[in-house]
Nanobody, 130 residues
Framework: QVQLVESGGGLVQAGGSLRLSCAAS?????MGWFRQASGKEREFIAA?????????????YYADSVKGRFTISRDNAKSTMSLQMNNLNAEDTAVYYC?????????????????????WGQGTQVTVSS
């Protein structure tokens, strides 16, 4: 069982930036970020795979809504994953969740569905004021 703990959420003005972090208690393969706004379904944001050649991870994949504004990264040596969020707008307001799975490789595009992940964090609130 892998425990995931998110941090870094908060209140920010539109156009601002936040950096979310996710700490894992054990080894993981693909990891991802999802978010859920009030009254809406959980939405995929970004995914990153593990690489045998770099502690910084393998391939990445983003939802169109965040592409060019958000950057996902990981540090396997520290068992952490981050999400750098720039140019935030009100539509980014949501509870953000990190997710992970123990097995799997390949392309990050394969991990855009919530049911691909076995482990979830408790979520961290991001509120963007306009």
């Amino acid at each position: 069982q892998v425990q995931l703990v998110e941090s870094g959420g908060g209140l920010v003005q539109a156009g601002g930036s936040l950096r979310l972090s996710c700490a894992a208690s054990g080894p993981t393969s693909a990891m991802g970020w999802f978010r859920q706004a009030s009254g809406k379904e959980r939405e995929f944001i970004a995914a990153i795979t593990v690489s045998t050649f770099s502690v910084r991870g393998g391939s990445t994949y983003y939802a169109d809504s965040v592409k060019g504004r958000f950057t996902i990264s990981r540090d396997n040596a520290k068992s952490t994953m981050s999400l750098q969020m720039n140019n935030l707008n009100a539509e980014d307001t949501a509870v953000y969740y990190c997710a992970a799975r123990f097995y799997g490789g390949g392309n990050a595009r394969d991990y855009s569905r919530a049911n691909e992940y076995a482990y979830w964090g408790q979520g961290t609130q991001v509120t963007v004021s306009s």
